[in-house]
């Protein structure tokens, strides 16, 4: 398996702009992660999904973000409109299940995301 | 709610150091407790995870302990090499309500020299 794929690998953006980052996930995994890694805050995590429903999305900073999972094979996260202090790498990642031989979460090589 | 920290950063050592990158956690109920490394440019990847009290998770070289009485899960190698000059993740994946969602120390930066 290619892994978990995302694109693009890197955005410039200009602030207002929108957004639109993307997400393949590993085939059979049936839960996705969306996370945001800056210097400030670390790890966060956004929003996930357990078969293309969003599950907890406690972590979605504002209503500026958005995502969604139209099937089990693609997934987007979206800024609308982008600010600079949205610039971030953002991490997607699938795992089996959440308990047991399942919970291991495999990352994809993230967005790096620069907002002007 | 959930918490995670880690020794602060960076890490500078020799090849062949030992390394002990110290991890303690906050959290209801049992855990369980991972290490993950990012090499640059890439994301994450499990380096080793244990799910209870007690268990050795162990890759590449490197263990850990899950200790309940004293909450930490610290990072250990033996002797390290240059191919381990990375960003290392200490995590938890809760129970209640946030099964499932896992809870990332800040990293700590490891550089080791020739």
């Known amino acids: 398996d290619a892994g978990v794929i995302q694109s693009p690998r890197h955005e410039v953006t200009e602030m207002g702009q929108e957004v639109t980052l993307r997400c393949k996930p590993i085939?059979?995994?049936?839960?996705l992660f969306w996370y945001r890694q800056t210097m400030m805050r670390g790890l966060e995590l956004l929003i996930y999904?357990?078969?293309?429903?969003?599950?907890?999305d406690s972590g979605m900073p504002e209503d500026r973000f958005s995502a969604k999972m139209p099937n089990a094979s693609f997934s987007t996260l979206k800024i609308q409109p982008s600010e600079p202090r949205d610039s971030a790498v953002y991490f997607c990642?699938?795992?089996?299940?959440?308990?047991?031989?399942?919970?291991?979460?495999?990352f994809g090589p993230g967005t790096r995301l620069l907002v002007l | 709610g959930d918490s995670v920290t880690q020794m602060e950063g960076p890490v500078t050592l020799s090849e062949e150091a030992f390394l002990t990158i110290n991890c303690t956690y906050t959290?209801?109920?049992?855990?369980?407790l991972f290490w993950y490394v990012q090499y640059p440019g890439e994301g994450l990847q499990l380096l080793l995870k244990a799910t209870k009290a007690d268990d050795k998770g162990s890759n590449k070289g490197f263990e850990a302990t899950y200790r309940k009485e004293t909450t930490s899960f610290h990072l250990e190698k033996g002797s390290v090499q240059v191919s381990d000059s990375a960003v290392y993740f200490c995590a938890l994946k809760g129970g209640g309500t946030s099964y499932g969602k896992l809870t990332f120390g800040q990293g700590t930066i490891l550089t080791v020299h020739p």
């Open positions: 959290a209801t109920g049992y855990p369980s």
């Open positions: 990642a699938s795992t089996l299940g959440l308990a047991g031989n399942q919970e291991t979460q495999y």
């Open positions: 999904f357990n078969n293309n429903v969003p599950i907890d």
């Open positions: 085939s059979g995994h049936d839960y």
